[in-house]
């Protein structure tokens, strides 16, 4: 939870619809980003990762996390779905959009937004194994622990948080709140 000082520091951001708590503050975004961007460092000193980002939600926090990294990295981009806009897991997941970039022989770094039923991930490790990357780890800002349908491993992790829909920070409701640059829950009453 940011301090009344910290969330004064916010700018306004207009939403269509009433936030009922912000979780994770700006500040503490930042912090932690950069810690996890150390951590990354320091496991792939020598290699040159590929970071994977699974648009459009893990874009934001990638964005942030490859200027917290030091060491030279490359980026791709997949996009799968399984919500069709709403706030359940619909169960199926597809890839809507692949990477450009080969995976065989190296060291992957999958970057999601949040594990949530672990479904999207498990799915996307599943496919990333068949093409024979040296290693494959999984990188994720956000995990609800109590939503948990399929058990998943997380190598890097930034926070976990309640099992409750969220917003901003890349995250999207109906595809907005995307740009908000804190963690919040939105109310839906
Ligand atoms: P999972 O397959 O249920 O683990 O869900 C993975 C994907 O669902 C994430 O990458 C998000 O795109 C989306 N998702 C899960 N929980 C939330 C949430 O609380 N807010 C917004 N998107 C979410
Ligand atoms: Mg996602």
């Not at 969330?7 to 912000?22: F, V």
């Not at 490359?74 to 996009?79: C, G, K, R, V, Y």
């Not at 190296?106 to 990333?128: A, H």
């Not at 990188?139 to 917003?167: H, T, W």
Request: charged residues 25%.
């Amino acid at each position: 939870m940011p301090t009344e000082d910290a969330l004064r520091s916010i700018p306004a951001y207009e939403l269509d619809r009433p936030m009922k708590a912000i979780l994770i503050g700006p500040d503490e975004l930042t912090a932690r980003v950069r810690e996890m961007g150390r951590q990354v460092s320091d496991t792939y000193r020598g290699s040159v990762p590929l970071l994977i980002s699974v648009l459009k939600g893990g874009v934001v926090f990638l964005t942030d996390l490859m200027r917290a990294i030091t060491i030279p990295h490359h980026i791709d981009f997949l996009q799968v779905s399984s919500y069709e806009g709403g706030t359940k897991t619909t169960g199926t997941v597809r890839i809507m959009s692949d990477l450009g970039i080969n995976v065989a022989g190296r060291d992957v770094l999958i970057v999601e937004d949040i594990v949530d039923t672990g479904l999207t991930l498990t799915y996307l490790l599943k496919q990333l194994e068949i093409r024979q990357p040296r290693s494959l780890r999984v990188c994720a800002l956000l995990s609800k622990p109590a939503a948990r349908q399929v058990d998943v491993r997380v190598d890097f992790l930034g926070f976990e948080i309640p099992n409750e829909f969220v917003v901003g920070y890349g995250l999207d409701y109906e595809e907005k709140y995307r740009n908000l640059p804190y963690i919040g829950v939105l109310d839906f009453k």
